[in-house]
């Protein structure tokens, strides 16, 4: 069984950084993307970020452009997701998903770590 464990967050002030990990556990998966996604109070889940593994091609929302870099290791199954210059509007529960297949949309997912930016 194929598991993503997030890591890394916690409590920080604006303008300061943190660097998520996610690891994916278990039998080895092929997955044409991994991918950040954050969910604050009340709100939504949204996009965040995302590398397409075979050639490492990223996207990201707006918001995040120039402040957030998303990466990964391939030899260790593990894609990061470095941010500075945080904003308390980036406080929120930040999880990571895999997308399998191009086909289909982001079908494996971690149970998410705390992010909070307090102003």
């Known amino acids: 069984q194929v598991q993503l464990v997030e890591s890394g967050g916690g409590l920080v002030q604006a303008g300061g950084s943190l660097t998520l990990s996610c690891v994916a556990s278990?039998?080895?998966?092929?997955?044409?993307?991994m991918g950040w996604f954050r969910q604050a109070p009340g709100k939504e889940r949204e996009f965040v970020a995302s590398?397409?593994?075979?050639?490492?091609?990223?996207y990201y929302r707006d918001s995040v452009k120039g402040r957030f870099t998303i990466s990964r290791d391939n030899a260790k199954n593990t894609v990061y997701l470095q941010m500075i210059s945080l904003k308390p509007e980036d406080t929120g529960v930040y999880s990571c998903?895999?997308?399998?297949?191009?086909?289909?949309?982001?079908?494996?997912w971690g149970q998410g770590t705390q992010v909070t930016v307090s102003s």
């Open positions: 998903a895999a997308q399998r297949l191009i086909s289909r949309g982001y079908d494996l």
């Open positions: 278990g039998r080895t998966f092929s997955k044409y993307a």
């Open positions: 590398i397409v593994w075979s050639n490492g091609l990223t």
